[in-house]
């Protein structure tokens, strides 16, 4: 109420009449950690374990550098006459995987990109390490920690944890961040399969058996709605970043004489040549873990459907097809873990459509209330939505005019979002109640002790994963 007026004249008091509204805050904010060429904006190396937000692949190139260059990478070109006396040429390039940079964060964000993916945050860890060698368990958990305090990131990916030396500090990793997620209530972990040897680049029998070796290595630690986790790896249209000089090249000439030189040498003595060797190059299959271009399908769904439509059953951009064929039956063993419930959502590809994910569970497969991916992240998001306009209450009275307030303002909230389709029921009444108020949530003894007690309740829509079709033959009647 404002001082009263002291000589006469008009004066307007302005009285209002709406309760304080909920802000839904972002949904797919991904933080990815890792290792980068770099890690500088103003000062070298002053972005190392700082979370760094961006919006696009320029801003990452601008901080944190390129691609680590691959030297393992050897061209051949055969040349040789056809029956006609026409010269025929062939173009071979291959890379040796167990030679291959174990640091990918540049493709992994890439790929983030292409799949519909928006800002996001990195997290560099330490600069590239020699070719071949695995990432430490110790630098990556040290980028973990510092998302502690990171408000915005909502998705937690870990591009290079697969290449991690073994399972076991695969799973102190992803057990980590799982707790991360549990005790901050507002995010969510995207996991690749660690293989433990087992080749998931390759095609194959083996998934089975590396899924087996993923699920048994006892991740989880009681988290496991925190997170999904996703597989095969997948074969993408990105292309590799090589360093010509230590690129070899030979040059076959039918049975005459064979010559060898660097890809460098290559650009400025034979120019033909060079764009057939580069041309090779780009062609080698680029093959990633599947956790980032999934960060950008959840993205790509939370910002066409919302968050409370299941990431899944959308097409991959940038993605030639899955590293390993599954079939049906592999993806029922894959989408059910009758032991643990660890639920791994397959990649799959469909004849004339694409690459496809497949799944939309949490690892609590077995769960009924946080079976599926969207329900989790509905809640986390209503969570932290309400949570932070709950804050400006924490000092007001604790009497019946705040909780109309606080009523009105969640009510209100809630019942757009049902009319958005994310919750279910006829009837807002069907769909979500809130709850606040002496008797109701509260006793006396919690007014005097401070304690405000909202409790909501949400019928979420969950995801038609079967659908059932019914054939009925009709016997003709007389």
């Known amino acids: 109420m404002p001082e009263p007026a002291k000589f006469p004249g008009v004066y307007v008091e302005e009285v209002p009449l709406f309760p304080p509204a909920v802000a839904p805050v972002s949904t797919a904010v991904p933080a990815f950690v890792g290792y980068t060429q770099r890690a500088t904006q103003a000062l070298a190396d002053d972005l190392h374990l700082k979370p ?22 050897a061209v051949t070109i ?22 291959r940079s174990r640091h990918i964060l540049y493709y992994a964000t890439q790929l983030f990109f292409a799949n519909g993916g928006g ?16 990432p430490l368990l110790a630098e990556l958990t040290a980028g973990l920690a510092v998302l502690r305090t990171a408000d915005e990131p909502t998705l937690l990916v870990f591009p290079e944890a697969q290449a991690l030396a073994s399972i076991t500090d695969f799973k102190t990793l992803q057990d980590l961040a799982l707790t991360q997620c549990a005790l901050r209530q507002d995010r969510f972990v995207l996991l690749d399969v660690h293989s433990d040897g087992v080749s998931l680049n390759e095609p194959g029998p083996d998934i089975l ?38 690129v070899v090249v030979r040059a076959v000439q039918g049975f005459k004489r064979t010559t060898t030189t660097t890809l460098s040498n290559l650009a400025t003595t034979n120019p033909q040549r060079y764009e057939l060797a580069k041309a090779a190059i780009r062609d080698l299959p680029c093959k990633l873990p599947p956790s980032a271009a999934v960060a950008g ?25 899955p590293t390993l064929a599954l079939t049906s039956i592999q993806q029922d063993q894959l989408n059910v873990d009758p032991v643990a419930g660890k639920s791994v959502n397959a990649i799959r590809e469909f004849v004339g459509k694409g690459t496809f994910v497949w799944g939309a569970r949490t690892l609590a497969g077995n769960d009924n209330e946080w079976r599926y991916v969207n329900v989790q992240r509905l809640f986390l998001f209503v969570e932290e939505s309400v949570n932070k306009a709950l804050q400006p209450f924490g000092f007001e009275p604790n009497d019946a005019n705040t909780w109309v307030r606080v009523r009105g303002m969640l009510e209100n909230f809630l019942l757009t979002l049902w009319r958005q389709g994310a919750l279910a029921g006829s009837k807002p009444e069907h769909a979500f109640y809130v709850a606040v108020g002496l008797g109701k949530t509260m006793t006396a003894l919690d007014i005097q002790e401070g304690r405000m007690i909202v409790e909501m309740g949400l019928a979420a829509v969950r995801p038609a994963e079967f659908i059932v079709r019914r054939l009925v033959c009709r016997m003709a009647s007389a």
Not at 65 to 73: K, L
């Open 52 to 73: 760094t937000r961006i919006a696009s692949m320029a801003e990452y190139s601008r901080y944190f550098g390129g691609p680590q260059p691959e030297t393992a990478v």
């Open 78 to 99: 055969t040349e040789t006459l056809k029956a006609a006396g026409k010269p025929a040429t062939s173009v071979v390039a291959t890379l040796t995987e167990t030679a």
């Open 119 to 134: 800002p996001c945050y990195i997290v560099s860890v330490g600069l590239y390490k020699p070719l071949g060698t695995p």
């Open 209 to 246: 058996t590396a899924i087996s070796h993923f699920r048994s290595s006892g991740i989880g630690s009681g988290n496991l709605r925190y997170g999904a986790a996703y597989a095969p790896n997948l074969v993408t249209m990105l292309h590799y970043v090589v360093d010509e000089a230590a």
């Open 297 to 321: 399908v959840y993205a790509s769904v939370d910002a066409s459907r919302g968050v409370w439509k299941a990431p899944a059953n959308v097409s991959l951009v940038a993605v030639l097809k």
